[in-house]
């Protein structure tokens, strides 16, 4: 991997600015040092080289209403490489590559009305990511996933395979600190958003025990997953905390 990116900051009594550029050139191989029964022509060796240029372009502006006032928005767009696991998800036995992969596109923006007095910090937001284009690759044991046609009861130890998956992120988050006495300090924080799959993606599995001298991509396709409006994992839709902070003089704090 390579690349390079610029950055240009500027400062002016009532507007700061700035505008970003980026640009990166991801290469990946496999190199295979023995050959695998399952996959005899495709394990051993270097496979073909998978390539990808991405670039991204940002930009960000804050208005100075007053000293205590400020007004702030943010926004960037920007492709990005596929993670090595997901462009050779079966690299443990062999060379063969995600079909028709490609780079994830970002879009971002967010929008901020800041309050900074002696006292009181206060900080609201909001904001709106898409990504597009994304992959992700599991592995597990599909109980009763294929045909019986070994007598295996369809079992399988498979890899999964979700492409073009787009993802939509979009909410409001809230900060306020109040300096209460000298020594006791307040906090609240609370983030508010909608975090969900925004289409129906194509799944895939592979099955290692459909692998043969003749049949080196063991692929089956499932077609659609319908994800379409579901919640995305891993990150609570609502969230809140609240906090007090005391501070000694004698320099202890809890």
Same mark, same amino acid.
């Given at each position: 991997?390579?690349?390079?990116?610029?950055?240009?900051?500027?400062?002016?009594?009532?507007?700061?600015?700035?505008?970003?550029?980026?640009?990166?050139?991801?290469?990946?191989?496999?190199?295979?040092?023995?050959?695998?029964?399952?996959?005899?022509?495709?394990?051993?060796?270097?496979?073909?080289?998978?390539?990808?240029?991405?670039?991204?372009?940002?930009?960000?502006? &804050?208005?100075? %209403? !007053? /000293?205590?006032?400020?007004? +702030?928005?943010? =926004?960037? $767009?920007?492709?990005? *490489? #596929?993670?090595?696991?997901?462009?050779?998800?079966?690299?443990?036995?062999?060379?063969?590559? &995600?079909?028709? %992969? !490609? /780079?994830?596109?970002?879009? +971002?923006?967010? =929008?901020? $009305?800041?309050?900074? *007095? #002696?006292?009181?910090?206060?900080?609201?937001?909001?904001?709106?990511?898409?990504?597009?284009?994304?992959?992700?690759?599991?592995?597990?044991?599909?109980?009763?996933?294929?045909?019986?046609?070994?007598?295996?009861?369809?079992?399988?130890?498979?890899?999964?395979?979700?492409?073009?998956?787009?993802?939509?992120?979009?909410?409001?988050?809230?900060?306020?600190?109040?300096?209460?006495?000298?020594?006791?300090?307040?906090?609240?924080?609370?983030?508010?958003?909608?975090?969900?799959?925004?289409?129906?993606?194509?799944?895939?599995?592979?099955?290692?025990?459909?692998?043969?001298?003749?049949?080196?991509?063991?692929?089956?396709?499932?077609?659609?997953?319908?994800?379409?409006?579901?919640?995305?994992?891993?990150?609570?839709?609502?969230?809140?905390?609240?906090?007090?902070?005391?501070?000694?003089?004698?320099?202890?704090?809890?």
């Amino acid at each position: 991997t390579f690349g390079g990116f610029t950055q240009f900051k500027f400062t002016y009594k009532k507007v700061d600015f700035y505008l970003g550029q980026s640009f990166n050139r991801t290469q990946y191989q496999r190199d295979g040092h023995y050959v695998s029964g399952l996959y005899p022509t495709n394990s051993y060796g270097k496979s073909d080289k998978k390539e990808f240029d991405s670039f991204g372009f940002k930009g960000g502006l &804050t208005y100075k %209403i !007053t /000293g205590r006032h400020l007004f +702030s928005v943010n =926004a960037v $767009y920007m492709t990005q *490489a #596929p993670t090595i696991r997901n462009v050779f998800p079966y690299a443990r036995l062999n060379n063969n590559a &995600t079909p028709n %992969i !490609t /780079g994830e596109t970002i879009t +971002s923006a967010d =929008a901020s $009305y800041i309050i900074r *007095a #002696p006292k009181l910090k206060t900080r609201i937001t909001a904001f709106y990511s898409n990504i597009k284009h994304a992959t992700q690759t599991a592995f597990f044991f599909g109980d009763g996933i294929f045909q019986d046609d070994g007598g295996d009861g369809g079992d399988a130890f498979v890899a999964e395979t979700i492409m073009d998956i787009e993802k939509r992120n979009m909410g409001v988050e809230l900060g306020i600190e109040y300096q209460l006495t000298s020594t006791v300090k307040l906090t609240a924080n609370g983030s508010y958003g909608e975090y969900i799959y925004n289409n129906n993606p194509t799944v895939f599995v592979n099955n290692d025990n459909l692998a043969s001298e003749d049949n080196t991509i063991p692929i089956t396709y499932f077609g659609e997953a319908k994800l379409k409006n579901y919640k995305l994992a891993g990150t609570p839709q609502a969230a809140a905390n609240f906090g007090v902070e005391y501070r000694d003089p004698h320099f202890w704090w809890i």
